[in-house]
């Protein structure tokens, strides 16, 4: 057991660390030599991206929460309406799926019996299926008409962590392609976002260097039993992930808003103590985190703010912060989630949880 956990004291922990080396995988299997995207087993031609209209990602758990990511991605290089939706849900409200529609089913083990139904209804009403999964030759792999495989290797730990951020590389791939392909972006845009990603296993490796930094942040506040996780744009899809992976392994009530909604309602549980993960990594939007950041301490929140290095200014409002390194705003989902995963390992550790297998959760749920 202690081998298979390679010295590291839980899976997850060790499946943490090996997200450069699951991102650089992902990223390199998919690239030529010319940057230009390796389209070895996929079928989907030119012709077939230029005639979509819609695009629905469907999935479960964490898988969705890289769907809201892959949702803002295709939507920017390749201008086309992309929903996302949770599986269980999708198969019982009939979608406006046809033969014009792009499906992509998203999917760590392959096996999840909702996704794999929702896959079904779509493919029987004439959409085109492709996945994105981690385990080959699965039933969502094996049912769809291509797969992007995510190269994240065996997941173990329930709370998945490296299948994410390659799902997340997955989704980037997929929505350059089909921007490429339909002419929305230009040349230079599209280096720039595959040099970005090439760099961002060694970005990783030194954000993973300051997990004593956030393991201390984590000893101060494992007593709490509330925490909010904020944020705007790809942050909110990211303050999703982050809350889940809270909740799942250490039991403390979370919950994750878009940081422009907090005033609709949910910031009149905001009080003395109040612990707040505010996500501020998009530069477009910063001053605007900032001012939502400064409306919840002023009612007295303990606010853990999550930037880009150099952009210091978030420093006045926050107890902590967390620097990731700078990048392109798209990407930022691949290295914001880290310390948020690593948050939720310590404290999960500090109260003393079953990490690996907590409580009523399954790793893969294939009953409905
Ligand atoms: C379960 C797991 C989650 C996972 C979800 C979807 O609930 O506990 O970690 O995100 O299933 O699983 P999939 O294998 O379809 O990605």
Request: with cysteine.
């Amino acid at each position: 057991d202690a081998a298979e956990k390679g010295g590291y004291d839980h899976f997850m922990m060790k499946e943490i660390h090996e997200q450069p080396k699951g991102l650089y995988e992902t990223l390199m299997r998919r690239l030529n030599d010319d940057n230009t995207i390796k389209l070895d087993g996929i079928t989907m031609t030119k012709a077939d991206i230029e005639s979509f209209n819609k695009v629905y990602i469907v999935a479960c758990g964490t898988a969705y929460h890289a769907g809201l990511v892959g949702k803002a991605a295709i939507e920017k290089m390749a201008r086309i309406p992309v929903e996302v939706d949770i599986a269980s849900e999708f198969r019982y409200r009939d979608p406006f799926v046809d033969d014009k529609t792009l499906f992509i089913a998203i999917s760590q083990s392959g096996e999840t019996l909702d996704t794999l139904a929702a896959l079904r209804e779509a493919k029987r009403k004439g959409a085109r299926i492709l996945s994105v999964v981690n385990v080959v030759g699965s039933s969502v792999a094996r049912e769809s008409d291509d797969v992007f495989y995510t190269w994240a290797g065996p997941e173990i730990a329930v709370a998945s962590t490296k299948a994410y951020t390659t799902q997340l590389m997955c989704m980037y791939l997929i929505a350059l392609y089909m921007g490429h392909t339909k002419g929305v972006i230009d040349q230079d845009y599209y280096n720039r976002f595959i040099e970005e990603l090439k760099q961002i296993p060694d970005k990783l490796e030194e954000l993973l260097k300051k997990e004593k930094d956030v393991e201390a942040i984590a000893k101060k506040y494992c007593r709490k039993e509330q925490v909010f996780f904020i944020g705007r744009g790809v942050d909110s899809g990211v303050s999703y992930e982050g809350s889940l992976k809270l909740k799942e392994i250490s039991y403390i009530n979370s919950f994750a808003i878009a940081a422009g909604e907090l005033k609709h309602g949910t910031i009149a549980l905001i009080e003395e103590g109040t612990l707040v993960f505010a996500l501020a990594t998009q530069d477009f939007l910063f001053e605007k985190m900032l001012s939502n950041i400064q409306e919840i301490k002023a009612r007295g929140a303990n606010v853990v703010g999550i930037a880009k290095e150099g952009n210091r200014e978030i420093e006045k409002q926050s107890s902590e912060v967390i620097y990731i390194p700078s990048c392109m705003d798209e990407v930022t989902p691949l290295l914001s989630v880290v310390p948020l995963q690593l948050f939720a390992y310590y404290v999960a550790k500090f109260r003393g949880c079953n990490i690996d297998k907590p409580k009523n959760l399954a790793k893969s749920v294939t009953v409905e």
